[in-house]
């Protein structure tokens, strides 16, 4: 499984990013789809996850409410709409993949895709 994610920049408080990551080399409509974070300095962070058919999302209590996680099966592709940013919100963005319905654990991550949020 190769997953690949872009979409970062460099945006002001209050604007929005949308991260895409695309996947190959596996049933992608099989598989658990996640977004991860980590700052600098700091552990690795969930952000958010969504089910094989894109029928459940969840999201950690720190995004819940501007970020919204979605998926084209058919393009095998996973998505990260982030909205009202905040200079927190600056960190590096890794997609997950995983055959099983989890929220934290995945066998196959992304490279990671730099957002910075500036104040």
């Known amino acids: 499984v190769q997953l690949q994610a872009s979409g970062g920049g460099l945006v002001q408080a209050g604007g929005s990013l949308r991260l895409s990551c695309a996947a190959s080399g596996c049933t992608f409509s099989s598989y658990t789809m996640g977004w991860f974070r980590q700052a600098p300095g700091r552990e690795r962070e969930f952000v958010a996850a969504?089910?094989?058919?894109?029928?459940?999302?969840y999201y950690a209590d720190s995004v819940k409410g501007r970020f919204t996680i979605s998926r084209d099966n058919a393009k095998n592709t996973v998505y990260l709409q982030m909205n009202s940013l905040k200079p927190e919100d600056t960190a590096v963005y890794y997609c997950?993949?995983?055959?099983?319905?989890?929220?934290?654990?995945?066998?196959?991550w992304g490279q990671g895709t730099q957002v910075t949020v500036s104040s």
């Open positions: 997950a993949a995983d055959p099983r319905y989890t929220l934290y654990d995945y066998d196959y």
């Open positions: 969504i089910w094989r058919s894109g029928s459940r999302a």
